[in-house]
Protein backbone atom coordinates (compact mmCIF):
# COMPACT_ATOMS: atom_id res chain seq x y z
CA UNK A 1 0.00 0.00 0.00
CA UNK A 2 1.27 3.62 -0.50
CA UNK A 3 2.25 5.40 2.22
CA UNK A 4 2.46 9.17 2.20
CA UNK A 5 5.82 10.49 3.45
CA UNK A 6 7.30 13.60 5.31
CA UNK A 7 10.57 14.70 6.83
CA UNK A 8 10.41 13.58 10.44
CA UNK A 9 12.08 16.92 10.83
CA UNK A 10 13.15 20.62 9.79
CA UNK A 11 14.39 23.63 11.60
CA UNK A 12 14.10 27.25 10.27
CA UNK A 13 15.04 30.45 11.89
CA UNK A 14 13.01 33.22 12.98
CA UNK A 15 12.24 35.52 10.49
CA UNK A 16 13.08 32.36 7.62
CA UNK A 17 11.36 30.45 5.09
CA UNK A 18 10.85 26.87 4.97
CA UNK A 19 9.21 24.45 2.34
CA UNK A 20 7.56 21.05 4.19
CA UNK A 21 6.81 18.44 1.54
CA UNK A 22 4.08 15.41 1.05
CA UNK A 23 4.76 13.02 -1.29
CA UNK A 24 3.97 9.24 -1.98
CA UNK A 25 6.13 6.13 -1.50
CA UNK A 26 4.95 5.48 -5.20
CA UNK A 27 3.83 7.78 -7.78
CA UNK A 28 3.81 11.56 -7.69
CA UNK A 29 1.57 13.61 -5.73
CA UNK A 30 -1.12 15.74 -7.63
CA UNK A 31 -4.18 18.26 -7.55
CA UNK A 32 -6.20 14.70 -7.87
CA UNK A 33 -4.84 13.93 -4.28
CA UNK A 34 -6.35 17.25 -3.13
CA UNK A 35 -3.65 17.93 -0.65
CA UNK A 36 -4.44 19.90 2.73
CA UNK A 37 -2.49 20.63 5.77
CA UNK A 38 -2.79 20.91 9.39
CA UNK A 39 -0.81 22.11 12.38
CA UNK A 40 -0.79 20.83 15.76
CA UNK A 41 0.75 21.99 18.79
CA UNK A 42 1.34 19.11 21.23
CA UNK A 43 -1.17 19.08 24.08
CA UNK A 44 -4.05 20.84 21.56
CA UNK A 45 -6.49 20.10 18.67
CA UNK A 46 -5.13 19.98 15.12
CA UNK A 47 -5.71 23.61 13.07
CA UNK A 48 -6.75 23.40 9.74
CA UNK A 49 -4.06 25.67 7.39
CA UNK A 50 -4.46 24.80 3.77
CA UNK A 51 -7.20 23.00 2.03
CA UNK A 52 -7.58 22.04 -2.12
CA UNK A 53 -3.98 21.89 -2.63
CA UNK A 54 -3.22 25.78 -2.02
CA UNK A 55 -6.27 27.55 -0.47
CA UNK A 56 -5.71 28.58 2.99
CA UNK A 57 -8.31 28.68 5.54
CA UNK A 58 -10.45 31.11 7.39
CA UNK A 59 -7.85 32.98 9.59
CA UNK A 60 -4.85 31.86 8.36
CA UNK A 61 -2.09 34.21 7.79
CA UNK A 62 -1.12 34.70 4.27
CA UNK A 63 2.51 33.57 5.14
CA UNK A 64 1.38 30.07 5.23
CA UNK A 65 0.87 28.87 1.36
CA UNK A 66 0.04 25.39 -0.86
CA UNK A 67 1.47 23.95 -3.69
CA UNK A 68 2.20 21.05 -6.00
CA UNK A 69 6.39 21.76 -6.12
CA UNK A 70 7.76 18.92 -8.75
CA UNK A 71 6.07 15.47 -7.87
CA UNK A 72 5.13 16.47 -3.68
CA UNK A 73 2.68 18.71 -2.25
CA UNK A 74 4.36 21.62 -0.16
CA UNK A 75 3.52 23.74 2.66
CA UNK A 76 5.65 26.78 2.65
CA UNK A 77 6.31 29.26 5.47
CA UNK A 78 7.42 32.36 4.89
CA UNK A 79 8.69 34.59 7.89
CA UNK A 80 8.43 32.02 10.41
CA UNK A 81 7.71 32.97 14.05
CA UNK A 82 8.39 31.38 16.90
CA UNK A 83 5.13 30.26 17.38
CA UNK A 84 5.04 28.56 14.50
CA UNK A 85 6.73 25.62 16.04
CA UNK A 86 4.50 22.90 15.69
CA UNK A 87 3.83 19.58 13.74
CA UNK A 88 2.69 19.75 10.49
CA UNK A 89 0.22 17.15 8.48
CA UNK A 90 -0.44 16.47 5.14
CA UNK A 91 -3.52 14.53 3.78
CA UNK A 92 -4.32 12.86 0.74
CA UNK A 93 -7.04 11.81 -0.98
CA UNK A 94 -5.78 8.37 -1.95
CA UNK A 95 -8.78 6.95 -3.91
CA UNK A 96 -9.91 4.37 -0.77
CA UNK A 97 -9.96 7.45 1.70
CA UNK A 98 -8.04 10.01 3.61
CA UNK A 99 -4.66 9.14 4.44
CA UNK A 100 -2.16 11.13 7.11
CA UNK A 101 1.53 11.54 6.60
CA UNK A 102 3.41 10.99 9.40
CA UNK A 103 4.01 14.74 10.23
CA UNK A 104 6.81 16.63 10.35
CA UNK A 105 8.20 18.38 13.48
CA UNK A 106 9.23 21.95 13.01
CA UNK A 107 12.09 23.89 15.33
CA UNK A 108 12.15 27.17 15.39
CA UNK A 109 15.78 28.01 16.39
CA UNK B 1 -18.48 30.33 15.57
CA UNK B 2 -18.21 26.41 15.17
CA UNK B 3 -18.00 25.13 18.56
CA UNK B 4 -17.05 21.63 18.83
CA UNK B 5 -16.91 19.83 21.97
CA UNK B 6 -15.82 16.06 22.36
CA UNK B 7 -17.26 13.86 25.79
CA UNK B 8 -17.28 10.19 27.04
CA UNK B 9 -13.84 9.43 27.12
CA UNK B 10 -12.62 6.91 29.73
CA UNK B 11 -10.19 4.59 31.36
CA UNK B 12 -11.39 1.19 29.82
CA UNK B 13 -10.55 -2.55 29.88
CA UNK B 14 -9.57 -4.42 26.97
CA UNK B 15 -12.79 -5.86 25.41
CA UNK B 16 -14.70 -3.35 26.94
CA UNK B 17 -16.95 -0.52 25.04
CA UNK B 18 -17.30 3.28 25.30
CA UNK B 19 -19.34 5.50 23.68
CA UNK B 20 -18.19 8.74 22.68
CA UNK B 21 -20.42 12.32 21.81
CA UNK B 22 -19.72 15.21 20.34
CA UNK B 23 -21.82 18.34 20.34
CA UNK B 24 -22.11 20.62 17.49
CA UNK B 25 -22.95 24.36 17.84
CA UNK B 26 -22.15 27.64 15.67
CA UNK B 27 -22.50 26.18 12.19
CA UNK B 28 -25.22 23.92 9.92
CA UNK B 29 -24.68 20.52 11.68
CA UNK B 30 -27.76 18.76 10.03
CA UNK B 31 -26.51 19.77 5.97
CA UNK B 32 -22.76 18.93 7.87
CA UNK B 33 -20.60 15.91 7.05
CA UNK B 34 -19.06 14.77 10.37
CA UNK B 35 -15.58 12.92 11.46
CA UNK B 36 -13.86 11.43 13.99
CA UNK B 37 -9.81 11.41 13.84
CA UNK B 38 -7.95 9.93 16.70
CA UNK B 39 -3.98 10.12 17.53
CA UNK B 40 -2.35 8.06 19.91
CA UNK B 41 0.51 8.95 22.85
CA UNK B 42 2.85 10.39 21.01
CA UNK B 43 2.08 9.17 17.33
CA UNK B 44 0.10 10.91 14.20
CA UNK B 45 -3.05 11.85 13.22
CA UNK B 46 -5.45 8.64 12.10
CA UNK B 47 -8.74 9.28 10.04
CA UNK B 48 -11.52 6.66 11.95
CA UNK B 49 -14.56 7.13 10.16
CA UNK B 50 -16.99 9.76 8.39
CA UNK B 51 -21.05 10.17 8.28
CA UNK B 52 -22.66 12.12 5.62
CA UNK B 53 -25.39 14.85 6.79
CA UNK B 54 -28.10 12.37 6.74
CA UNK B 55 -26.17 9.55 8.37
CA UNK B 56 -26.92 7.39 5.17
CA UNK B 57 -23.47 6.50 4.57
CA UNK B 58 -20.79 5.85 6.64
CA UNK B 59 -17.01 5.20 5.84
CA UNK B 60 -14.51 3.31 8.47
CA UNK B 61 -10.83 2.86 8.43
CA UNK B 62 -10.33 -0.70 8.20
CA UNK B 63 -8.66 -1.38 11.84
CA UNK B 64 -12.31 -0.72 13.39
CA UNK B 65 -14.78 -1.90 10.84
CA UNK B 66 -17.18 -4.17 12.84
CA UNK B 67 -15.96 -3.01 16.00
CA UNK B 68 -16.88 1.36 16.25
CA UNK B 69 -19.99 2.60 14.69
CA UNK B 70 -20.32 6.53 13.68
CA UNK B 71 -24.14 8.11 14.45
CA UNK B 72 -25.94 11.30 14.94
CA UNK B 73 -28.55 12.98 16.08
CA UNK B 74 -29.40 15.84 14.03
CA UNK B 75 -32.52 16.94 16.78
CA UNK B 76 -29.79 17.42 19.07
CA UNK B 77 -26.14 18.64 16.95
CA UNK B 78 -24.06 15.75 18.31
CA UNK B 79 -22.20 13.40 16.88
CA UNK B 80 -21.33 9.73 18.52
CA UNK B 81 -19.01 7.08 18.63
CA UNK B 82 -19.86 3.87 19.81
CA UNK B 83 -16.60 1.69 20.47
CA UNK B 84 -16.76 -2.05 21.12
CA UNK B 85 -14.36 -4.60 21.47
CA UNK B 86 -11.80 -2.01 22.95
CA UNK B 87 -8.01 -3.09 22.32
CA UNK B 88 -4.90 -1.77 23.69
CA UNK B 89 -4.37 0.02 20.65
CA UNK B 90 -7.28 1.82 20.42
CA UNK B 91 -5.79 4.03 23.19
CA UNK B 92 -5.64 7.78 21.77
CA UNK B 93 -7.49 11.13 22.22
CA UNK B 94 -10.06 10.86 19.82
CA UNK B 95 -11.38 14.34 18.25
CA UNK B 96 -14.27 14.96 16.12
CA UNK B 97 -14.21 17.40 13.22
CA UNK B 98 -16.40 18.72 10.41
CA UNK B 99 -16.31 17.43 7.21
CA UNK B 100 -16.43 20.12 4.36
CA UNK B 101 -16.08 19.94 0.41
CA UNK B 102 -14.28 22.01 -1.88
CA UNK B 103 -12.72 20.50 -5.39
CA UNK B 104 -12.46 17.46 -3.05
CA UNK B 105 -12.75 17.23 0.67
CA UNK B 106 -10.61 18.20 4.25
CA UNK B 107 -11.53 18.97 7.81
CA UNK B 108 -12.26 22.19 8.78
CA UNK B 109 -13.15 22.69 12.52
CA UNK B 110 -11.76 20.56 15.19
CA UNK B 111 -13.14 19.85 18.85
CA UNK B 112 -10.43 19.93 21.56
CA UNK B 113 -10.78 15.96 22.07
CA UNK B 114 -11.44 13.20 24.46
CA UNK B 115 -9.03 10.71 26.29
CA UNK B 116 -9.88 7.02 25.49
CA UNK B 117 -7.30 4.63 27.44
CA UNK B 118 -7.43 1.01 26.89
CA UNK B 119 -5.68 -1.04 29.68
CA UNK B 120 -5.98 -3.56 32.34
Known amino acids: ?109 | EVYLVESGGALVQPGGSLTLSCAASGFNFINSWMTWVRQAPGKGLEWVANIKHDGTEKYYVDSVKGRFTISRDNAKSSLYLQMNNLRVDDTAVYYCATFLFSNGWYWDSWGQGTLVTVSS
Not at chain 1, 42 to 56: E, F, H, K, N, V
Not at chain 1, 75 to 81: P, R
Open chain 1, 1 to 109: QTVVTQEPSFSVSPGGTVTLTCGLTSGSVSTIHNPSWYQQTPGQAPRTLIYSTDTRSSGVPGRFSGAILGNKAALTITGAQAHDESDYYCVLYMGYGMVFGGGTKLTVL
